[in-house]
């Protein structure tokens, strides 16, 4: 059974930086799509951010140029660095990744934005 946990929420204020880390108990290298999820209080969960095995990366409109999608293989770790935060931002974070035959979802990590 494939474990992914996340961790790195927590409480910010508007304009801070949040970096969230999912570790997977299994190798990443042989995953072939990651990618951090969201889903905001009464609202439907939604892709935030998307890596690839080639390296092509793909994010929501909502947070292009402000969170940066990244992983370490030697870690079996993927990254989400979120910059600039806003309110609209504050969301229960999700990690999934996906390899061939079956994707895995983490249990979720709490980012709530507000001064």
């Known amino acids: 059974q494939v474990q992914l946990v996340e961790s790195g929420g927590g409480l910010v204020q508007p304009g801070g930086s949040l970096r969230l880390s999912c570790a997977a108990s299994?190798?990443?290298?042989?995953?072939?799509?990651m990618g951090w999820y969201r889903q905001p209080p009464g609202k439907k969960r939604e892709l935030v951010a998307a890596?690839?095995?080639?390296?092509?990366?793909n994010y929501a409109d909502s947070v292009k140029g402000r969170f940066t999608i990244s992983k370490d293989n030697a870690k079996n770790t993927v990254y989400l660095q979120m910059n600039t935060l806003k309110p609209e931002d504050t969301a229960v974070y999700f990690c999934?990744?996906?390899?061939?035959?079956?994707?895995?979802w983490g249990q979720g990590t709490q980012v709530t934005v507000s001064s």
């Open positions: 999934n990744v996906a390899w061939t035959g079956a994707g895995y």
């Open positions: 299994r190798s990443l290298s042989s995953a072939f799509a």
């Open positions: 890596l690839r095995s080639g390296g092509s990366t």
